[in-house]
């Protein structure tokens, strides 16, 4: 898959759309996160990125590592638990609240920034947050305020999930994401060769394909 | 089969600030990695400096004795938490206490005191999955997480930590999943009766990739 092509495809998904990204390898998810900066920036789309415990300065830092300077600064961020502020924080959330409460300040900070325009959404670390559920109704309380996002107008939505963590938590939030998503993706391959699948997409053209993007190659786009 | 310095070109490519996971299953790996990497400091002329989580420096060093190694690490500088066998040269002691915000902060402090005239190290963390069997919530788990993070991109040290694997996947909190995500290089490292054998699952370095070593018992001076 070429990098016209994938951004063909982001084009192509609608604005309202919350796409699930479960990425099975080693920095699949980093380059992803960095691939939907660098779109947002070639269409001229702001970027709002929901950081979960630090994750946003770890996918700074292994950018770094494989050759990519970028210091996020033109990308608005929310930021739940963790300390070390990467890009333009202009909320922060504490974790160890009530759901109930924490979920109140998500919605009162991202719809703010939302009525400000349209964006690319880019949440990191979703599996941090559901590790702290310990209960159904905490878990579906988060999982109905996800699913209150969809067919929002203002943003595209990524959701990358680290499917090793999240696949071995008390409450796996995979399956019920699936079913909230308008497309799910998946990333597979080991050693730098990189898969992506579909699970779920509204171009059916897509479906049962496998579209290789080796690491070597996504580092030059 | 690999040369010693064969096997020190490719720590060469791991980057200073790089923090590298070598998981490994129940066998000699540890005294073969921590001797190696020893050796390596020496070679290259770097610091070595061994966290010592609950005394498991002194394990590593009467494993190596039964093979016929006298190996004192009088060379290495030793940060210790937890437990009392001193082994090496002991330069600061971290009281651990199992509240992680207070044991973070307390390991930060003790370890920039010991080491803020250490230029470049290599930094060989023990025993780390024992801190983790201390863990009692999620958010004390996480606060481990996001510290051992915070090292990462810190450029005066290599840091390589050996875990495990039966081990850190039977304690209640697993931290592989979380640890494979956030080191920037992953080892597997799987024994043969006279061998290691190191597989790159996860690299900076594309040709490192997947990359399989085999390092005989043999290099390092055991019969």
Redesign the interface.
Known sequence: MTKEMLFDVIDRTPFGDLVLIEDETSYGSVIAAYVFVRYARERGIKIMIDDVLDTLFLVKKQLEFLGVQDDFSDAVVIKTGGKMDIGKVIGRIPLETEPVIYLSRYEGIANEVFSEGKYINIVLGLEKLFAFMHEPVEFYTVINSIQGFLGNRSRKAFYMINKNIASNLKFNPIPELEEIATTVTYIRGEYGEGKVTFGKTPFIEFLGKEFEIPLEKLLQW | MEALEDVFTLVDKV?F??SVLIEYHRSFIPELTTLGLLYYGKARRLSVIIDDNFDSLHVIQKHLEFVGIDEDFGDALVVKTGGKRNVGNVVTRVKFVSEPAIYIRNYEKASKAAFSNVEKSINIVLGLERLFSFVSS??E??AF??AL??F??EKRRKAFYLINKEIASSIPF?PL??L???A?T?IEAVPTPTRGIFTF??S?S?DL??KKIEIPTGVIGWK
């Open positions: 980057k600030g790089e999620v958010s788990f996480y997480v996001i993070q915070s990462l991109g697993n999943p979380e494979e995500r956030v920037s992953v699952k996860k900076t594309l990739l997947g």
